[in-house]
């Protein structure tokens, strides 16, 4: 049987994103906040590899980063993997205000996982499809998760879901299952047999 290595750290300085992942993987993940002069840009995997080269680079240990991007269509795009500037900024309540006027409120929460000991980096991608609704609901939450509203969530923001039904089906536990699949298929095999 192989078993899900628990050697990596988990390189984040986000308290709810350590408690996802937890709960995603059934690991008690060590975290490190380390500060990196990460990469800005619209393309959420080349930053999360770049994030992952870093942060393996700076600890030297194996490491587990991900990066997410708020993906609002009627903006091509954007604010993607700035969305964390944005809510810094501005706030959640900011996100809906960008689409006023716009009748495309469609949005994609997607999320990079990438796992990197040394040279070798196992990537896990995760889209969830929903859209935008029109005021925070609840008024707070983590991060964007008041505003977004997946298509699977019968009109229900994530904010407004339990952790474990948001934690069913979003895009970090996509992109987290992708992630664990690759890594199962390079763990070593660690049955444990009797001799006859």
């Not at 590899?49 to 991900?66: D, G, Q």
């Not at 990066?67 to 944005?86: C, I, K, N």
């Not at 935008?132 to 939450?141: L, S």
Request: aromatic share 6%; proline share 6%; hydrophobic share 45%.
């Amino acid at each position: 049987m192989k078993h899900l290595p628990h050697r990596f750290v988990f390189v984040t300085g986000n308290e709810h994103k350590l408690i996802e992942a937890r709960q995603i993987l059934g690991l008690d993940l060590e975290r490190v906040d380390l500060e990196l002069d990460e990469p800005q840009g619209l393309d959420v995997l080349a930053v999360a590899r770049v994030k992952a080269r870093l942060a393996a680079a700076a600890l030297n240990r194996p490491v587990l980063v991900e990066d997410t991007s708020l993906e609002l269509v009627a903006l091509g795009g954007f604010p993607g993997p700035l969305v964390r500037w944005l809510l810094l900024a501005a706030g959640a309540a900011s996100i809906p205000r960008l689409l006023a006027g716009f009748a495309d409120h469609r949005a994609v929460a997607h999320c990079v996982a990438v796992a990197r000991d040394g040279a070798r980096e196992w990537v896990g991608d995760g889209k969830v499809h929903g859209a935008i609704v029109t005021a925070p609901r609840p008024t707070t939450g983590f991060g964007w998760d008041v505003v977004f509203a997946p298509d699977w969530g019968g009109g229900r923001t994530y904010a407004e879901m339990t952790p474990g039904e948001k934690n069913s089906r979003s895009h970090r536990r996509l992109a987290l299952d992708v992630l664990r699949t690759r890594l199962l298929e390079d763990a070593p095999d660690q049955t444990s047999g009797t001799s006859a």
